[in-house]
């Protein structure tokens, strides 16, 4: 066996990986991607079977705890979630000073680390387990009442609060769309979507907002702190922001007319740089696990309620197109996660603004996941990359007035 320990002091090679492709930064046991073949294990069970058959709560437990919980452990994961889904009310005035254009992404990442200013750092407790315990189902209900009452603020309505008596997800879309003028009733087969969604986006190993979490846990800021952190890496279009990037796409080829035929070609244009998001995977050189699953749910729930959207229709297109070109073919780009999720979405009505953040609230139980894994780790160290340096060899000091 390679004895790490010995390896890490033996420094003076540097390597270099731009976008780390081929570097490994750690060594983990929550999540087992099979690139080439296109397979997603959680904690060794495959995405299709946890989809199928496991609510939300089930598979943040299992990531986070690394077995599937006892049915006690769920009751008693479930009633820290309903016990803790409310906000601290001077947290409210995050949502009510912020501009109305405020995009709700950065407002979930700014109240996520004030939350941890209400909040004792768990590691100064005593009874670690216990408060570590609190305060991931902490961190995970109150995550989706964030989520509903920035997207409540954006509209100028009343915030829902949370109902004791529904269950994560059903709680969520009613804080989102029940109101005093419009009574709303949750649709189970939306609830089943929801948690089929939040399931596949629970987490992705090594990906950009992950790594950030570990870059910023490995100095030991909060839990709290290296969420935000992640939540702002998951921002960025080329990660998380692609849900929103690639519905807008549909919705721009819907509204400017252009055929499929014509969005192909501009994507392939090098002059003139055109990104279909939705497509390609840094990992995935097959079709993504989680958009065969999403779009397997799209196809039944829009069959099952007779919903007729024209994106589904340009997206499907558009697929065909691509799965069937020779630029796609040769750099392995299928549609990723984030192709069909938007559409899903589309139909709950959930707004294309507020897309990156159901994508947060779905990978907070990874995040957490690695943020454990590695503070648990005796090997872990502070994460500190090299680089190699290109810029001046030493030059001899200039006074101001013989600059320029
Ligand atoms: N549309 C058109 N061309 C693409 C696309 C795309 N969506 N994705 C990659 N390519 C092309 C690149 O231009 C490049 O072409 P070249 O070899 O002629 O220069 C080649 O495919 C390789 O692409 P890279 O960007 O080098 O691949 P990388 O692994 O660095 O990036 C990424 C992966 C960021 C996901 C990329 O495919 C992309 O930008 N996709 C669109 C954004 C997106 O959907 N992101 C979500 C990813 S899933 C997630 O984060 C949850």
New binding site residues.
């Given amino acids: 066996a390679i004895d790490i320990s010995k390896l890490r002091k033996d420094s003076g090679l540097v390597s270099l990986d731009y976008?780390y492709?081929n570097t490994g930064s750690t060594k983990s046991q929550i999540t087992f991607v099979d690139g080439e073949k296109g397979i997603l294990r959680y904690r060794g069970y495959n995405i299709e079977d946890l989809a199928a058959y496991t609510t939300f709560p089930e598979t943040a437990w299992l990531l986070i705890y690394g077995n599937l919980p006892t049915r006690e452990e769920l009751g008693t994961f479930r009633r820290l979630l309903t016990e803790n889904a409310l906000i601290h009310e001077n947290l409210l005035n995050f949502f009510r000073e912020m501009p109305p254009s405020a995009h709700p992404m950065g407002i979930l990442g700014a109240v996520v680390n004030a939350l941890g200013l209400f909040t004792p750092r768990f590691y100064d407790d005593e009874s670690k387990q216990d408060a570590f315990n609190l305060t991931v189902a902490s961190l995970i209900s109150k995550v989706r009442t964030i989520a509903a009452f920035s997207y409540k603020a954006s509209i100028g309505e009343p915030f829902v609060y949370p109902d004791a008596e529904k269950s994560y997800c059903s709680n969520f879309l009613n804080m989102m769309f029940s109101s005093k003028a419009k009574p709303y009733n949750v649709d189970p087969l939306f609830v089943h979507a929801l948690n089929v969604l939040l399931i596949v986006?629970a987490d992705?190993e090594q990906?950009?907002s992950t790594s950030t979490v570990r870059m910023v846990g490995s100095s030991q800021a909060s839990l709290y702190a290296s969420i935000c952190a992640g939540i702002c890496a998951l921002w960025g279009?080329?990660?998380?922001g692609?849900?929103q990037?690639?519905l807008e796409t549909l919705m721009n080829i819907h509204q400017s007319g252009l055929t499929v035929k014509q969005v192909i070609e501009k994507?392939?244009n090098?002059k003139d740089?055109?990104?279909?998001?939705?497509?390609?995977?840094?990992v995935y050189k097959n079709y993504?696990p989680r958009a065969k699953v999403l779009k397997g749910l799209v196809h039944t729930i829009f069959d099952r309620e007779h919903i007729a959207d024209p994106l589904l229709d340009i997206a499907s297109e558009l697929e065909e197109a691509a799965l069937n070109d020779d630029?796609?073919i040769e750099?392995k780009?299928y549609p990723?996660?984030?192709?069909y999720s938007g559409i899903l979405y589309h139909a709950m009505e959930i707004p294309t603004n507020m897309l990156t953040v159901m994508?947060a609230i779905g990978r907070l139980p990874g995040w957490i996941a690695h943020w454990k894994e590695m503070h648990d780790d005796p090997l872990s160290k502070i994460n500190r990359p090299r680089q190699i340096y290109t810029g001046y060899a030493e030059r001899p000091w200039l006074p101001i007035d013989n600059r320029g």
């Fill in positions: 976008g492709t986006h992705h990906n950009c279009p080329l990660h998380g692609a849900n990037a690639a994507a392939k090098k740089p055109f990104k279909l998001y939705g497509f390609g995977h840094r993504d630029y796609f750099r780009l990723n996660v984030d192709f994508f």
